[in-house]
């Protein structure tokens, strides 16, 4: 079974029980459901239970739920549908995601294969919920950042070391305009 499998059947294996058992959901057990959980199947120990089936740490097992709960059906297919296995900590990425465009923008690139990794998505981001850059765009943003912090001096011997390719861009550049 895969991570992201994984992830969404304890979800759905989650909200079944709770839906069965309303007073054990999150908050409505109480001390007494907390600390005095007897039944392999109480909320107390859902994850520890699962942790125990799977052979997994009750953390991962958090984890796996939370990531679970908060994935839509479109993604989960997006997921499913890309070129690389979706790994365990892509989904933890996922989890930890606040915003829901986060979320969405790293399922469509790790589906789509323009992306190795949750981490790779969010670090090209510029800020949380800001639009995706592509490489030119990040090199650009590199190159104009570190032109205008530069001293004019500085700028001076960029331009008189690299005139020559700077001139044909130039030109190449007007040579587009007009067509």
């Keep these: 079974m895969t991570p992201l499998d994984m992830a969404v059947f304890l979800a759905a294996h989650k909200a079944l029980y709770e839906r069965e058992n309303p007073e ?48 839509s059906p479109s993604e989960i297919a997006q997921l499913r549908d890309a070129p ?54 990040q090199q650009f943003s590199k190159l104009a950042d570190a032109f205008i912090r530069a001293s004019k001096e500085a700028r001076r011997q960029f331009v008189a070391q690299y005139g020559d390719v700077l001139s044909e861009l130039i030109e190449d550049a007007k040579g587009e305009a007009k067509v």
Excluded at 44 to 68: D, Y
Excluded at 93 to 98: F, L, M, S, T, Y
Aim: aromatic share 4%.
């Design 84 to 137: 690389q296995k979706v790994q365990f900590k892509d989904l933890e990425h996922i989890a930890k995601c606040g915003e829901q465009a986060d979320r969405s923008a790293i399922c469509a690139a790790l589906g789509d294969g323009t992306a190795k990794s949750a981490k790779e998505v969010l670090d090209r981001k510029k800020a949380p919920g800001a639009a995706l850059k592509t490489p030119v765009e």
């Design 24 to 71: 054990t959901a999150r908050g409505k057990a109480g001390a007494h459901g907390r600390w005095d959980a007897n039944d392999k199947m109480s909320l107390a120990s859902f994850t520890a239970n699962a942790a125990e089936t799977f052979g997994k740490s009750q953390k991962t097992m958090q984890r796996l739920i939370s990531v679970g709960e908060k994935l």
